[in-house]
């Protein structure tokens, strides 16, 4: 672990041991981690909309670092606003199909075994466009968000051992059990500006710049303004900054935004905030009469559901590398020889999409053979002929040095 640069960029020199304190500190700052095509999930931000700076007393990075990493707010309400730009071309509703594919689930139309309350294909919604969300949270046995729709609205709450999703315009109930201990479910993408900072700040080595960047305040509290930037060229991400409470060092929004410049590619954060306790009917809910209740366990068994694709892509995933460190970082794995989805590999939109991304990405060769480049303003994908995927937040350049170095 290196040390963290200071606010004012001064660095250790080499050699210098980390203190205890810097130690823990240290796990909590990192470039953003490269899970696999999920990566893509992480790269959320626009820039972010202070108001006002705050007369607050100086403090290091080390020292705001160490704030986020001893914050124990327990108890907290409010709302928070996602928007998300990753750039990405319409695909004229063939990324639906094949969200649906990859869920087991028949477009979130409930049909064939699915739920449309179904956490795991709902709340994939923040991915892409802006979203508003209510949130709440009463320890480690009760929280609450509320994705706010047209005209309705999805709700995930945690109450004990009891897991609910609603989706108020399908009226459909999905329930799940949590594990022994009532420990907060799982959600497949961060939803609150903790979320986003947890998965992007928990470690820090030498590739990593982290200073104060000044003070703001955001939803009406003053805040310190941590930024994050990658020393090492090739990386798509060209800062995190994350807004940390003043007095509970609680993340109240975070962004990152791309090498390239111009709009943000993610922008989350709360918009009001409150560290009063949630009322406890916040986190009641009995199934509305007349709701279709889907049981976990009963849609795991369903035929229909199958998961056959999911299950697929998680046996590929136990064998995924990472090439590269830091905010170079690139996640491989092998698809067992199967390149790109063709016309008459799987048929209907699961073939046209095959057809159409061909023609959205760069062609690229290389010591590894030849592939095609798919890109986003943050998270690119090279997809060999023979199958292999190197994905990272990096240049189409680093990505095929990546392949070659795999070779």
């Given at each position: 672990?290196?040390?963290?640069?200071?606010?004012?960029?001064?660095?250790?020199?080499?050699?210098?041991?980390?203190?205890?304190?810097?130690?823990?500190?240290?796990?909590?700052?990192?470039?953003?981690?490269?899970?696999?095509?999920?990566?893509?999930?992480?790269?959320?931000?626009?820039?972010?909309?202070?108001?006002?700076?705050?007369?607050?007393?100086?403090?290091?990075?080390?020292?705001?670092?160490?704030?986020?990493?001893?914050?124990?707010?327990?108890?907290?309400?409010?709302?928070?606003?996602?928007?998300?730009?990753?750039?990405?071309?319409?695909?004229?509703?063939?990324?639906s199909s094949l969200m649906s594919e990859m869920s087991g689930g028949p477009g979130g139309d409930g049909k064939d075994g699915g739920s449309s309350a179904d956490p795991s294909a709902k709340l994939?919604?923040?991915?892409?466009?802006?979203?508003?969300?209510?949130?709440?949270?009463?320890?480690?046995?009760?929280?609450?968000?509320?994705?706010?729709?047209?005209?309705?609205?999805?709700?995930?709450?945690?109450?004990?051992?009891?897991?609910?999703?609603?989706?108020?315009?399908?009226?459909?109930?999905?329930?799940?059990?949590?594990?022994?201990?009532?420990?907060?479910?799982?959600?497949?993408?961060?939803?609150?500006?903790?979320?986003?900072?947890?998965?992007?700040?928990?470690?820090?080595?030498?590739?990593?710049?982290?200073?104060?960047?000044?003070?703001?305040?955001?939803?009406?509290?003053?805040?310190?303004?941590?930024?994050?930037e990658p020393k090492q060229k090739g990386s798509t991400v060209g800062a995190i900054t994350v807004a940390v409470d003043a007095e509970t060092g609680t993340p109240l929004k975070f962004t990152l935004t791309p090498a390239s410049g111009g709009a943000a590619v993610v922008d989350a954060g709360f918009t009001k905030v409150s560290f009063a306790k949630p009322d406890a009917s916040t986190f009641d809910f009995t199934p509305p009469k007349g709701a279709k209740v889907t049981e976990a366990d009963e849609q795991a068994k369903a035929p229909e559901h199958g998961r056959g694709a999911e299950g697929d892509l998680a046996k590929e995933l136990d064998g995924l590398k990472v090439i590269g460190e830091g905010w170079n970082s690139v996640a491989a794995f092998d698809t067992g020889g199967q390149g790109l989805p063709t016309g008459s590999a799987g048929g209907g939109d699961l073939g046209d999409l095959g057809g159409f991304l061909g023609s959205l990405g760069d062609q690229v060769k290389g010591d590894f053979g030849s592939g095609t480049v798919f890109k986003t303003r943050l998270v690119n994908a090279l997809i060999t002929e023979d199958g292999k995927v190197y994905a990272g937040a990096v240049t189409k350049d680093a990505l095929v040095k990546a392949a070659d170095a795999a070779k």
């Open positions: 672990m290196a040390p963290i640069d200071s606010d004012d960029n001064t660095t250790a020199g080499a050699g210098e041991e980390l203190s205890t304190r810097r130690r823990k500190a240290a796990r909590y700052v990192v470039p953003v981690a490269v899970m696999g095509v999920a990566a893509a999930t992480i790269g959320l931000v626009p820039a972010l909309a202070y108001s006002g700076d705050p007369d607050l007393p100086k403090v290091t990075a080390e020292e705001l670092v160490q704030k986020i990493a001893e914050s124990d707010v327990q108890q907290l309400s409010g709302t928070v606003r996602i928007s998300t730009d990753l750039g990405l071309p319409d695909l004229g509703g063939l990324e994939t919604q923040l991915v892409s466009g802006s979203h508003t969300l209510r949130v709440a949270a009463d320890g480690p046995d009760r929280q609450k968000v509320s994705l706010l729709e047209d005209a309705a609205e999805y709700s995930l709450i945690h109450d004990g051992k009891d897991v609910w999703g609603y989706d108020s315009k399908s009226n459909e109930v999905y329930h799940s059990t949590a594990s022994d201990g009532g420990e907060r479910p799982e959600k497949d993408v961060p939803a609150t500006p903790k979320d986003f900072a947890d998965q992007a700040l928990k470690a820090i080595d030498d590739t990593t710049s982290v200073k104060v960047g000044g003070t703001a305040q955001v939803a009406g509290r003053d805040a310190y303004r941590l930024v994050v």
